[in-house]
DNA sequence: ATTAGGG
DNA sequence: CCCTAAT
């Protein structure tokens, strides 16, 4: 039986890589046991980064117990909303600790397939509470429903009806609290594994949690508040029970999963939803406000990716120079390690010499050397460092330069925005940053094939990095099939990391194109520390582009940039006033397929949008039009044909059944010679 | 995927 | 041109 997880509504928040779910194969069973075992993987964490995040502001004032009131978040709407309207920081992991309590609701949905090829469907909804509440102590309690309809016999105990439980996660520790949460050694004890949250909802592939804002639904979307409201990926709303949670796993196999997304029309498809969690990640609407962002210089190009999408119809790719979309990336990656999250790591840690940086910089990918004698140093040059693979389209007659470039657009767009480095050493993440390299271990040669960098999404700092450094097991565990990289930096320039343009280009690279400014050159490798911004990981869910960077930072990547501006010709507003006093308006898909077939560039939004301006430029005093004049001539048939359909509603059916000889006859005066 | 409108 | 909602 195949089941399928469905995403909730079109959300586009911040989803935090996560839980993998137990592998079917027993070799990678045995590697999730030993994820879970290390402590990589834990429901907590996972929900304490999220509530974490919540916490931020209301930490103060979080009451010390969550199993109290469970229904009523710490929070006044008061308070939250004032979150939402100043948009949610990130929070650090620090930042959450003892005292500390949140709580949400999650909702799952499952769709499957039963042998009898009959849709299922499974959903949960439940109340998660995470309790920090003393220093050594993390507690998280679930309520948790589950409907099940249809479940398969697999899951017997589940069929055809409505399942409560409760669900209990408890940490004590006998260790000290570390970076706000410790994590949990002893396999399964609170850790996932021994939630049913993850046990009965865990299908396939790698689970995720994400945080969604609730309000944001399909259906409520444009009148929700916040739909102009703008957060940033980090941030999310709440209802009035709490956030909204989520669980789900990665889209292993698309295929598989739009075949079973056609079932429950409830479930939409994925690669519509990731599309359209993309797109509103894009949305410049959605950023611009965020928190952090000092100013609104954020453009929609810094967030490049996808919006392309929509254009990519028959019509499409019309971007002329930089017409290139990174559409998705498929993950395939096989070795290093790439956090399910998507985040980039730098595979090797190569050896490499003396052109090492200072310790003092460790900041990316890189390899260590042993320090010599006194000289207590450790040394990191980085051999390469690695990104997920991004999938760039362009029309076939673009340069190879303008390929070059928006490659290096793509990869801008992503490490402009300033990344975080996560450090793994021997497949753990060190998540204690004030500890020396010494203390961590990070300095002797044991260690140093088992170093290995990882970016991050700065936001996600507190969450769970579930798939760890050591590459070759761990992360095939949770994510197998992921990410191919596209070696940004390659070489052996590892000296050049530091003072100079991080990636540096052997000139040649990139041809001497003026927009090719599209620099490199600012990279430096500040940008990778830790101090930046934010970087929105969006799982590699579909086929769409998993990694969103977001940063005011980047403003150069042209990424997603506006299309060129390409004004009508005189000769195409002929075309378009001709096409339009026969098809009349509404209808613009015929108008475009009759006189602008071939114009890839220009969509029958376009056309519709140039009929608009055109009315407007008609009605208005020559003085005041701008641009390359248009002959009164069309403008004048462009005025009659305006009335005209404005009175027949053209839209109907086919043709010109009273179409242009209609027209001509009322506006004769005007009109143009002749249509047939 | 289109259409209709607002920005 | 962009972005969305509604079809």
Not at 478 to 491: A, F
Not at 561 to 569: A, E, G, V, Y
Request: hydrophobic share 30%; aromatic share 6%; charged share 25%.
């Amino acid at each position: 039986m195949v089941l399928k997880k469905r995403v909730d509504h079109g959300f586009d928040g911040l989803r935090v890589p996560v839980i993998p779910k137990a592998p079917r194969s027993a070799r990678r069973r045995i590697a999730f046991k030993k994820a879970v075992e290390d402590g990589q993987v834990c429901a907590i964490e996972l929900l304490a980064s999220l509530a974490g995040q919540l916490l931020q502001e209301s930490e103060g004032s979080a009451s010390s117990n969550a199993s109290e009131g469970n229904h009523h978040p710490p929070f006044s709407q008061g308070v939250i909303e004032q979150d939402i309207q100043d948009g949610v920081k990130p929070l650090k992991k620090e930042e959450i600790h003892q005292g500390s309590c949140v709580e949400s609701t999650f909702k799952t949905e499952v769709a499957s397939q039963n042998s009898s090829q009959k849709p299922l469907s499974h959903t949960k909804t439940g109340h998660v509470s995470v309790n920090n509440s003393s220093d050594c102590c993390e507690k998280v309690e679930a309520d948790v429903k589950s409907e099940i309809f249809e479940w398969d016999n697999k899951f017997g105990n589940y069929s055809n009806r409505l399942v409560e439980t409760r669900e209990n996660f408890r940490k004590s520790s006998d260790g000290k609290i570390k970076n706000g949460f410790k994590r949990e050694q002893e396999a399964g004890s609170s850790c996932i594994r021994g939630s049913n949250l993850a046990d009965k909802c865990s299908l396939e592939g790698h689970l995720e949690l994400y945080v969604s804002p609730a309000l944001i639904d399909s259906k409520s979307n444009k009148k929700s508040p916040f739909h102009r409201k703008s957060f940033p990926s980090a941030s999310f709303s709440r209802n009035g029970n709490g956030i909204k949670l989520g669980f789900r796993d990665d889209d292993e196999n698309f295929l598989r999963c739009k075949k079973f997304c056609t079932k429950p029309k409830a479930f939409r498809s994925p690669r519509r939803i990731a599309h359209r969690r993309i797109r509103n990640l894009m949305s410049f609407k959605y950023w611009k406000t965020a928190p952090k962002l000092k100013d609104s210089e954020l453009s929609r190009s810094d967030l490049g990716v996808p919006r392309y999408h929509k254009r990519k119809t028959c019509y499409g790719f019309e971007r002329s120079q930089h017409n290139a979309i990174v559409k998705k990336r498929k993950f395939v990656d096989r070795v290093s390690g790439v956090t399910s999250d998507g985040g980039f790591s730098s595979e090797s840690v190569s050896n490499s010499p003396q052109k090492g940086m200072d310790g003092d910089k460790p900041s990316s990918s890189a390899k260590l050397h042993v320090p010599k004698a006194k000289d207590s140093h450790v040394k990191f040059s980085i051999k390469s460092i690695r990104i997920p693979e991004l999938y760039i389209e362009v029309p076939e007659t673009s340069t190879v330069g303008s390929l070059k470039r928006t490659i290096v657009e793509a990869v801008m767009a992503i490490l402009g925005g300033g990344a975080h480095v996560g450090v793994l050493l021997q497949g753990k993440k060190v998540r204690d940053d004030n500890r020396t390299l010494v203390q961590t271990g990070i300095s002797c040669n044991e260690n140093l094939d088992t170093l290995s960098f990882m970016l991050e999404p700065t936001s996600l700092q507190a969450s769970p990095t579930v798939c760890v450094g050591d590459p070759s097991s761990q992360c095939e565990t949770s994510q197998p099939t992921r990410s191919t990289e596209i070696p940004v930096l390659d070489s052996g320039i590892t000296d050049t990391l530091h003072d100079s343009p991080l990636l540096t280009y052997p000139g040649n690279l990139i041809e001497s194109n003026h927009e090719s400014t599209s620099s490199l050159a600012d990279t430096t490798l500040d940008k990778l520390t830790p101090d930046s911004r934010a970087i929105v990981v969006v799982p590699a869910t579909t086929e769409t582009l998993a990694v969103v960077p977001v940063s005011q930072k980047t403003k150069r990547s042209e990424f997603v940039q506006r299309r060129t501006r390409r004004p009508f010709s005189v000769t195409e507003v002929e075309a378009l006033v001709h096409a339009v006093e026969e098809l009349g308006t509404g209808r613009w898909r015929d108008v475009k397929l009759r006189a602008f077939e071939n114009a890839d560039h220009r969509t029958y939004v376009d056309l519709k949008d140039k009929w608009k301006t055109l009315v407007h430029t008609a009605t208005i005093s020559p003085q005041q039009r701008r641009g390359e004049p248009v002959p009164q001539e069309l403008l004048d048939r462009v005025l009659a044909a305006h009335a005209f359909w404005s009175q027949h509603q053209a839209k109907q059916h086919g043709k010109h059944q009273a179409g242009p000889g209609t027209l001509k006859i009322t506006e004769a005066s005007a009109e143009r010679p002749c249509v047939c």
